[in-house]
């Protein structure tokens, strides 16, 4: 099992930043990709921004309403995914859930990851 806890969430207005945290434990070993995934009110869930953690790891991929705004990034020795959010739009405003999977094939579908925290609510204003 792997536990997942996310932090940083909070409101800011349209243009500002924010830096979401995700903190892992337990067999964080068998875990090959982790992600940001994030719901609106009504609205399906909807992968932002992956990166591969395994083996020789780094490699990540960014939706295309994301791209050049958000960068994810992670801390292998604090066990710490981030998200940093630049250029926040009122549409960027969600759940943001921190994700981790062992056999993730469209890192962007939300099914393939096998763990998940409670989440970070972000809301951007106007």
């Known amino acids: 099992q792997v536990q997942l806890v996310e932090s940083g969430g909070g409101s800011v207005q349209a243009g500002g930043s924010l830096r979401l945290s995700c903190v892992s434990s337990?067999?964080?070993?068998?875990?090959?990709?982790m992600a940001w995934i994030r719901q609106a009110p009504e609205k399906e869930r909807e992968g932002v921004a992956a990166?591969?953690?395994?083996?020789?790891?780094?490699?990540?991929a960014y939706a295309e309403s994301v791209k050049g705004r958000f960068t994810i990034s992670q801390d292998s020795a604090k066990n710490t995914l981030y998200l940093q959010m630049n250029s926040l739009k009122p549409e960027d405003t969600a759940m943001y859930y921190c994700?981790?999977?062992?056999?993730?094939?469209?890192?962007?579908?939300?099914?393939?990851?096998?763990?998940w925290g409670a989440g970070t609510q972000v809301t951007v204003s106007s």
């Open positions: 337990g067999d964080t070993y068998s875990v090959s990709w």
């Open positions: 994700a981790a999977g062992s056999r993730v094939g469209n890192v962007f579908r939300p099914d393939d990851y096998n763990y």
């Open positions: 990166i591969y953690t395994g083996v020789g790891g780094g490699n990540s």
